[in-house]
């Protein structure tokens, strides 16, 4: 089946995985739970460890790559992160590694990657663009503001998993301490929804399929807002949109 076939184990501060699989590939992005919890995840999305060709690393957050290490250990997985991010890591006891650059085009199997660097509070951060040679997927989160590059790779995607962590106003109001607030709503934080908005409205969208919102926070967002600025964007309604979950993710989607 051609197309790019993608589901989230979960999406939050407390733990984020992404599988994305083309053709006889299915690739992980990001490990950041628990081995046994990942293999509960994907035993969800009827997968099994052994069924993950490799595993992607966006940046060394415990949150995106906790549990990175031992389950690349323990199934013996390659896993592909760039040079900063490994230097920035306490468990770098990977079964294998491969290093890339943040503007380096890569093939894993039958999926084509795009890493493209984003402005985070991390040591080599990037995000990704996928693709089967015809049909594109972006992923964008943890990115404190949108760069011109950021918005250049994203153009014209067929799908895209784009980060709403809070709504400015919650973030200003709630319980974080002013230093946490300070770093989440920062240039190097996190993507408010009315940055998203503004993003998405740039974009050529001709092509999307599928929106959905990402990394979501539990205390300073609602599933509500981030689908009202998403909808906003696109002029739709917010049923046409999806959010990712903490503790369920999303299902397979397909373009």
């Known amino acids: 089946m051609r197309g790019v076939r993608f589901a989230s184990l979960g999406s939050g501060s407390r733990g984020n995985g992404l599988v994305i699989c083309t053709g006889r590939t299915r690739v992980m992005v990001d490990c950041g739970f628990s081995v046994s919890e990942v293999v509960r995840r994907l035993a969800r999305l009827s997968m099994t460890p052994d069924s993950i060709d490799a595993v992607l690393i966006t940046h060394e957050h415990s949150d995106h790559v906790g549990g990175a290490a031992a389950f690349s250990r323990r199934f013996a997985k390659t896993v592909w992160l760039t040079a900063g991010t490994l230097n920035a890591l306490r468990d770098t006891a990977f079964h294998a ?70 709504d400015a106003q919650m973030l200003a109001a709630g319980p974080y301490p002013e230093p946490l607030k300070r770093r989440v709503g920062g240039g190097l934080g996190h993507l408010a929804n ?57 299902g397979w989607r397909v373009v």
């Open 194 to 250: 009315h940055q998203a908005e503004a993003l998405l409205a740039a974009l050529d969208t001709s092509r999307l399929r599928h929106v959905i919102g990402m990394h979501l926070s539990e205390k300073n967002n609602t599933e509500a807002l981030a689908l009202e600025s998403l909808s906003r964007a696109l002029g739709c309604t917010p049923d046409w949109l999806d959010v990712a979950r903490q503790d369920e993710g999303f």
């Open 97 to 166: 590694t491969r290093i890339f650059h943040a503007h380096q085009r890569l093939a894993i199997g039958d999926l084509q990657v795009e890493p493209y660097p984003v402005p985070h509070d991390a040591r080599e951060p990037c995000q990704f663009m996928f693709s089967d040679g015809d049909k594109r997927l972006g992923l964008l989160t943890d990115a404190g503001s949108v760069t011109p590059h950021m918005q250049r790779t994203l153009d014209g995607c067929d799908a895209l998993l784009l980060e709403c962590n809070h």
